[in-house]
């Protein structure tokens, strides 16, 4: 771990957070409000945080919230820096240190994105179950010594992709699933980028998450990821998307994702097989 992420912790401890964080959120594009369901919140601005991100684009709050939901310890970061921002793939490093410190075990991360699915609509959610990374990019390029070597056979925890399956029966929210294709934005994709991600398999793209999976898992952090459909890809379906489509229909989304958080947290987790 990094001096700014212990950094980062002692200040947390300081503003009296006492308790560990069981569950950590990670509130893409639109989705900052989700933290409202937060009680007793304890909401300290990324400026005061050392080594977390400066936001640079809007739909992104700037706090990291912690308190108690459904009787689980949680904290949501309202927002993120993406690769986009400043050309640093590691540039959520820090932030995961921190929440691992505090004694998150497992990280949500939320994000909207671009369907090349026709049966996947704006407003649907999916769960991430594996992601394709073409980038030529990659978080861990220039890890010391074999510490970039990370699996990335389970990067998107099976026992949490349960809890989320499990938790759409009891909170009623559908949800889709599939494969997420990177994109380094911040353009959005030409049609016939959408049509290759397409071909290899892709169902939604999108410009974060990735980056984030692959720090996550090498600090031991189990991931999953629910994204909100945003558009149909660009040149797919009569797709053209822009941010602040994306901005208003995430918000949307919000609170059919607010509702399938909830069962989830309700869940108690098996023990692995
Ligand atoms: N592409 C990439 N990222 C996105 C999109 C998209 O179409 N929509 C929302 N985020």
Same mark, same amino acid.
């Given at each position: 771990?990094?001096?700014?992420?212990?950094?980062?912790?002692?200040?947390?401890?300081?503003?009296?957070?006492?308790?560990?964080? $069981?569950?950590?959120?990670?509130?893409?594009?639109?989705?900052?409000? &989700?933290?409202?369901?937060?009680?007793?919140? %304890?909401?300290?601005?990324?400026?005061?945080?050392?080594?977390?991100?400066?936001? @640079?684009?809007?739909? !992104? $709050?700037?706090?990291?919230?912690?308190?108690?939901?459904?009787?689980?310890?949680?904290?949501? /970061?309202?927002?993120?820096?993406?690769?986009?921002?400043?050309?640093?793939?590691?540039? &959520?490093?820090?932030?995961?240190?921190?929440?691992?410190?505090?004694?998150?075990?497992?990280?949500?991360?939320?994000?909207?994105?671009?369907?090349?699915?026709? $049966?996947?609509?704006?407003?649907?959610?999916?769960?991430? @179950? $594996?992601?394709?990374?073409?980038?030529?990019?990659?978080?861990?390029?220039?890890?010391?010594?074999?510490?970039?070597?990370?699996?990335?056979?389970?990067?998107?925890?099976?026992?949490?992709?349960?809890?989320?399956?499990?938790? @759409?029966?009891?909170?009623?929210?559908?949800?889709?699933?599939?494969?997420?294709?990177?994109?380094?934005?911040?353009?959005?994709?030409?049609?016939?980028?959408?049509? /290759?991600?397409?071909?290899?398999?892709?169902?939604?793209?999108?410009?974060?998450?990735?980056?984030?999976?692959?720090?996550?898992?090498?600090?031991?952090?189990?991931?999953?990821? %629910?994204?909100?459909?945003?558009?149909?890809?660009?040149?797919?379906?009569?797709?053209?998307?822009? !941010?602040?489509? @994306?901005?208003?229909?995430?918000?949307?989304?919000?609170?059919?994702?607010?509702?399938?958080?909830?069962?989830?947290?309700?869940?108690?987790?098996?023990?692995?097989?």
């Amino acid at each position: 771990m990094s001096e700014q992420s212990d950094a980062a912790f002692e200040v947390i401890q300081s503003r009296g957070v006492t308790d560990g964080v $069981d569950v950590a959120f990670i509130l893409g594009t639109g989705l900052g409000n &989700m933290a409202d369901a937060v009680e007793n919140p %304890v909401s300290i601005p990324y400026a005061d945080l050392p080594g977390f991100p400066e936001l @640079t684009v809007s739909g !992104h $709050d700037g706090n990291l919230v912690i308190g108690k939901q459904e009787g689980v310890n949680v904290a949501y /970061m309202q927002g993120r820096s993406h690769y986009y921002e400043r050309g640093q793939p590691n540039c &959520m490093e820090v932030p995961l240190e921190t929440l691992a410190l505090l004694g998150a075990q497992i990280v949500v991360l939320t994000a909207a994105v671009g369907s090349l699915n026709a $049966d996947f609509y704006p407003g649907n959610l999916m769960l991430v @179950t $594996d992601h394709i990374n073409l980038n030529g990019m990659n978080p861990l390029i220039g890890a010391k010594g074999d510490g970039g070597f990370v699996s990335m056979v389970d990067a998107y925890d099976q026992r949490l992709q349960r809890r989320f399956k499990r938790a @759409t029966l009891s909170s009623g929210v559908n949800i889709r699933e599939g494969v997420y294709m990177w994109f380094s934005g911040p353009t959005f994709e030409t049609p016939s980028e959408v049509k /290759m991600a397409r071909m290899l398999g892709a169902d939604v793209v999108g410009m974060s998450i990735v980056p984030e999976v692959i720090l996550a898992r090498r600090i031991g952090l189990r991931a999953a990821a %629910v994204v909100i459909v945003a558009n149909f890809g660009a040149g797919f379906q009569g797709g053209n998307p822009s !941010h602040s489509e @994306t901005r208003q229909v995430a918000a949307q989304g919000a609170i059919t994702l607010k509702r399938l958080i909830r069962g989830f947290l309700r869940i108690k987790e098996a023990e692995p097989q």
